[in-house]
């Protein structure tokens, strides 16, 4: 069997956590090239730490489907409507990892869908001013329009389409899938990166079993068609371009936004086991860059130390208890509800425990501050052709000035030098978290790219257990 047939043939999740491509407040624009990232998870991290900088992020994925998944999801992080910021966390965060979404989201994704289109042919719905297409043929103009569509009409079983990659993958262990699941948590991916302890066990297998795992208030049963990817099915012999579940199975969204964070009591650990979970570690990152970028400078007020009238109850095998919920009661929620704050749900036991924020909308945010309006940052997305050998083999005028190369394209280090500038820096995700690699074959694929960038007159500049730099 395949080693890689769970990872899927194209991925909608980076393997790596988000990180800020922009150590340096830049004096003028800066040009950065995401290449096969998957999800352009940098773009956050990187706006959020330069709100007022002019960069140009050029993207190249290998489909249509991914970019359109990206643009809506960068829409929702940038959208100028008046939402609470942490409706537009959960917004996010739902589309982002569900194949089950709340009804509110599936809103979302068709009237921005349709807004979308618009830009495409009129340029004159949303994101008309920070998306560029001028790179792309009509062709890869008309396969965005029609993925859009896709979105709007056409009928997509996601949650059977799962099942059907699970059954491929398990084949006889299908029937005892949770304890292949049970196994591979404990066995492979704890084991993989200690980061990814903050994943609990029943979010991942949640995950595993059916696609989505991260939890609203509200009833999540509509589809999420982004989940749709593209592959090629024989039929008759024939092969057919096919919408499915084409995308990873095994190894989860967890590690893009929820095992790393700036706020360092999210990672605070009691007897040696995680007090909060990657749902809290990412609602909290995508709020603090969110704020960031619109120049909000309360993120959140922090109650970690509100002692709740019934305890956690550990579990006496030492591992954190799945119905791991702080019960608010009584006169706490109610002044909870009064000051406009959120929490975790009374009585539900498939939530874990959440941190308690301040939950500000941007209009009282900018009333606050002296503002009536947001000012999108100065950020443009440049759309490149699907083939990278448009932009890595025909350079013309584009030069970077840093450069990100997703583990499936990392190959293309022996081309960088016709792209970069001067003194750029090029990053190459490295592959340690994806156990279904073994650690030979992974440590070979990081010796590898060691040698191409030797070859290149590369040389490294910091090496983390997610990328290696060049310069």
Not at 450 to 471: H, P, S
Request: aromatic letters at 10%; a negative charge.
């Amino acid at each position: 069997m395949n080693k890689l047939q769970g990872i899927g043939s194209t991925s909608l999740y980076g393997f790596t956590p988000a990180i800020n491509l922009i150590d340096k407040t830049p004096q003028g624009p800066v040009n950065i090239l995401l290449a096969n990232t998957s999800d352009i998870r940098h773009v956050y991290p990187t706006i959020a730490a330069n709100p007022q900088s002019e960069i140009n992020f050029y993207i190249i994925e290998p489909q249509s489907t991914v970019n359109c998944r990206n643009l809506l999801l960068f829409n929702l992080f940038v959208t100028e409507d008046e939402i609470s910021v942490q409706e537009q966390v959960e917004m996010f965060l739902d589309l982002y990892n569900n194949t089950s979404i709340s009804e509110r989201t599936f809103d979302y994704i068709i009237s921005a869908s349709k807004s979308l289109i618009k830009t495409i042919t009129d340029s004159k719905g949303i994101l008309h001013d920070m998306i560029s297409l001028s790179y792309l043929k009509y062709r890869e103009r008309d396969d965005l329009e029609f993925v859009l569509k896709f979105y709007l009409s056409k009928p997509f079983e996601v949650s059977t389409l799962w099942d059907t990659r699970l059954r491929t993958l398990l084949r006889s262990r299908y029937d005892s899938r949770d304890n292949v699941f049970d196994w591979d948590y404990n066995m492979k991916l704890l084991d993989s990166d200690p980061r990814k302890k903050y994943i609990h066990k029943k979010q991942y297998c949640k995950w595993r079993n059916t696609g989505s795992w991260y939890l609203l208030r509200s009833n999540q049963t509509k589809v999420n068609k982004t989940m749709a990817t593209v592959d090629i099915m024989k039929i008759d012999g024939v092969g057919v371009a096919k919408y499915g579940v084409f995308s990873d199975i095994v190894l989860g969204p967890f590690q893009c936004f929820g095992i790393e964070t700036e706020n360092q009591k999210l990672l605070k650990l009691e007897n040696d086991r995680p007090t909060q979970t990657v749902q809290e570690i990412m609602e909290w990152n995508i709020r603090d860059w969110i704020c960031k970028t619109r120049g909000i400078s309360v993120v959140g007020k922090l109650f970690l130390n509100v002692e709740p009238e019934e305890k956690i109850v550990e579990e006496k095998s030492g591992e954190m208890n799945d119905e791991k919920i702080v019960e608010i009661t009584g006169e706490m929620e109610a002044n909870k509800i009064a000051e406009n704050e959120i929490g975790p749900e009374n009585g539900t036991v498939d939530q874990p425990e959440s941190i308690p924020l301040e939950d500000n909308s941007i209009a009282l945010q900018n009333q606050e501050q002296g503002t009536t309006q947001y000012n999108k940052p100065p950020v443009k997305l440049h759309l490149l052709p699907c083939d990278p050998a448009a932009t890595f083999n025909k350079p013309k005028t584009l030069k970077f000035d840093v450069i990100y190369l997703g583990s499936s394209i990392a190959h293309r280090l022996q081309d960088v030098n016709k792209i970069k500038k001067g003194d750029s820096k090029v990053y190459v995700e490295l592959i340690d978290g994806v156990f279904e690699i073994g650690k030979e074959e992974r440590k070979m694929y990081k010796d590898k790219i060691i040698d191409i960038g030797k070859a290149q007159g590369l040389n490294i500049v910091k090496e983390t257990k997610d990328y290696l730099l060049f310069q």
